[in-house]
């Protein structure tokens, strides 16, 4: 089970950080990902991290500006935001697959396990 948090409103150019919990004793052995989806739009892919070695991925909407992490001694991943824009608005989603090793975007049909979903609102 995942569970998201964190999301809230923020300006354009802030910063936002997400966390994403998960219960269970093998959370060491998940890749984990973030999507995001607008009202409109398709749930799109935002950051990855792998299980194995914790290497990172990133959409080319999210690179540069958001870094990914984990800390399996406290299951929890997060998803640091900066420089912030209007069209990051969305909710955004955290998702987990055990073994799944990430090195591009992946669509959300390789995660099995997802979070509720926390809303992330950017003002101009």
């Known amino acids: 089970q995942l569970q998201a948090s964190g999301g809230g409103l923020v300006q354009a150019g802030g910063s936002l950080r997400l966390s994403c919990a998960a219960s269970g004793r093998s959370f060491s052995r998940y890749g984990m990902a973030w999507f995001r989806q607008a009202p409109g739009k398709e749930r799109e892919f935002v950051a990855g991290?792998?299980?194995?070695?914790?290497?990172?991925y990133y959409a080319d909407s999210s690179k540069g500006r958001f870094t990914t992490s984990r800390d399996n001694a406290q299951n929890t991943m997060y998803l640091q935001m900066t420089s912030l824009k209007p069209e990051d608005t969305a909710v955004y989603y955290c998702?987990?697959?055990?073994?799944?090793?990430?090195?591009?975007?992946?669509?959300?049909?390789?995660?099995?396990?997802w979070g509720q979903g926390t809303q992330v609102t950017v003002s101009s």
């Open positions: 998702a987990a697959e055990q073994y799944r090793y990430i090195i591009g975007a992946l669509d959300s049909e390789y995660f099995s396990f």
């Open positions: 991290i792998n299980w194995s070695d914790e290497s990172t």
